[in-house]
C-alpha cells in the first residue's frame, strides 16, 4: 500500500497550459449525445442509437481554473515520470511511440490518463479481482474526487490531478468508467445492442471524451466540436467491439458472454454455441456482421482523427490502424475466436507507425469549410 500523501486543501498544481483556440472552441459548441439511428449493411440493427451519455457535460469541460503559481520538484512531477514508465512497459507497441510528437506537457497528460484507466480496469480483470466489492469502486470513486480536488493518494494520482489543472478536463467519463466497472461485476449477459453501447461507452468511449481536451482540436479545423467528441466516442466504441470480437473464447472461460443475445438468437445461436467453441457456418455469419458493425465505428472515428491538433493526431490514427488489423486477423483465423486469440505482432504493430504518421499529416482542405 501507499502512504497517504495530501497537498493543502485548495492546493494549486502546475500551470493551466490551455490553448485558447481549444478553450474557445468548448465554449462555442455543444455537444450534444448521439442520436442518429444508422443501420450497418444487410442488417436491420442501429448501430447508433438514442442514449443520452451527457456528452455535452464533457464538451464544457473545467474552464474555471485559474494560472497557479508554478511549484518546485513536485508530486505530481515525478508521478508523470513513473507514468510514462508503466506506459511504456504495459502500453500496446504503437502506443507510446506514436505520443512522442505530442508536447511534453500533453504526453504526460496522456499517460496519466491512460495509467488511470489501466488501473480501474485493473480493479475488476487484474490479479486481485477475486477481492473486489462494491465497496472498493466506491473507495476508488472518493479518491477520484480527491484527485480532481487536488489531493491525490500517490504519485500516480498526482500525475492525473496536475492533468486536470493544466487541461479542461471534465470528471463524468471518469465517474462513468468506474460505472463500467459496476457493470462488469454485475452482469455477464448483454440482451441487446441497445445494452452493450452502454457498457462500451462507459469502459472505453469514455476514454475518448478524457483525451479530446488533452489533444485539442486544430485552431483550422472544418468541422465542430460536436463532431470531433462524438468521433472520439465512437472510436472508445469500435475499440471495444473489437476487445469483445477479440476475447469471445477468453471471456467465454470465465462464464462471460458480450455478445447481444437478440442477435445470437437471429442466427439460430445461443450461450451454447459459444461455450461449446465449435466455429459453424452460423457462426461465420454471425461474426461477420459483429465485424461489419465494429468497422462501422472506426469510419465514424475518422472524421475527428484528423481535425485534432496536428501534434495529438498520430496516437489516434495508430489506434485506428492497429483495431482494425484486429478485425482483419480474426477474418484471417476463419473467424475462429472461440479457440484462438487474433494477434497483431509486435513487428506488424511498429509498422503501422509509419502509415499512422501518413494519415496524420495535416490535410490541404483541412481548413476549407
Known amino acids: ?23 474557445t472552441t468548448v465554449r462555442a459548441q455543444v455537444v450534444a449525445a448521439p442520436k442518429i439511428p ?29 494560472t497557479c503559481p508554478p511549484r518546485q520538484a513536485t508530486l505530481g512531477n515525478r508521478g508523470s515520470i513513473l507514468c510514462s514508465s508503466v506506459t511504456l512497459t504495459i502500453s500496446a507497441g504503437s502506443f507510446a511511440p506514436s505520443t512522442l510528437l505530442m508536447t511534453k506537457e500533453r504526453q504526460k497528460a496522456i499517460w496519466a490518463i491512460y495509467v488511470w484507466c ?59 468508467m468506474i460505472e463500467g466497472m459496476r457493470m462488469d461485476t454485475r452482469k455477464s449477459r448483454y440482451k441487446s445492442f441497445q445494452e452493450l453501447y452502454l457498457y462500451c461507452y462507459y469502459v472505453a468511449g469514455t476514454v475518448g471524451l478524457m483525451s479530446v481536451p488533452v489533444m485539442g482540436i486544430a485552431p483550422e479545423s472544418s468541422v465542430s466540436a460536436h463532431t470531433i467528441y462524438n468521433a472520439a466516442l465512437y472510436l472508445g466504441i ?74 495529438s493526431r498520430w496516437p489516434v490514427w ?16 476463419g473467424y475462429d475466436n472461440l479457440t484462438k486469440r487474433a494477434y497483431v505482432g509486435r513487428t506488424k504493430k511498429l509498422l503501422t507507425l509509419p502509415l499512422a504518421y501518413s494519415r496524420a499529416l495535416p490535410r490541404p482542405d483541412l481548413s476549407h469549410h
Open 318 to 333: 495508430s489506434s485506428l490502424i492497429l483495431y482494425r488489423k484486429i478485425l482483419d486477423a480474426i477474418e484471417e483465423n
Open 238 to 311: 469500435g475499440n471495444q467491439l473489437t476487445n469483445i470480437l477479440r476475447d469471445v473464447g477468453e471471456d467465454a472461460s470465465r462464464g462471460r458472454v458480450y455478445l447481444p443475445q437478440d442477435e445470437l438468437a437471429q442466427f439460430g445461436l445461443s450461450d451454447k454455441d459459444v461455450f461449446s467453441r465449435k466455429v459453424t457456418d452460423a457462426w461465420r455469419d454471425f461474426m461477420k456482421e459483429q465485424i461489419i458493425r465494429a468497422r462501422f465505428f472506426f469510419n465514424l472515428a475518422e472524421e475527428g482523427a484528423s481535425q485534432l491538433d496536428k501534434d
Open 1 to 23: 500500500m501507499f502512504r497517504t500523501l495530501s497537498f493543502t486543501s485548495k492546493p494549486c498544481i502546475g500551470r493551466l497550459h490551455v490553448p485558447e483556440s481549444m478553450l
Open 118 to 176: 489501466r488501473r480501474t480496469d485493473e480493479l475488476v480483470d487484474g490479479p486481485n479481482a477475486g477481492y473486489m466489492s462494491s465497496a472498493v469502486l466506491e473507495r476508488w470513486e472518493d479518491r477520484l474526487e480527491d484527485i480532481f480536488e487536488g489531493r491525490p493518494y500517490d504519485m500516480l494520482d498526482a500525475a492525473l490531478s496536475d492533468t486536470v489543472f493544466n487541461f479542461p478536463l471534465d470528471i463524468k467519463p471518469f465517474r462513468d
Open 38 to 66: 444508422v443501420a450497418f449493411p444487410g442488417s436491420t440493427k442501429q448501430c447508433i442509437l438514442d442514449i443520452d451519455l451527457g456528452v455535452h457535460e464533457v464538451a464544457k469541460g473545467n474552464l474555471g481554473q485559474t
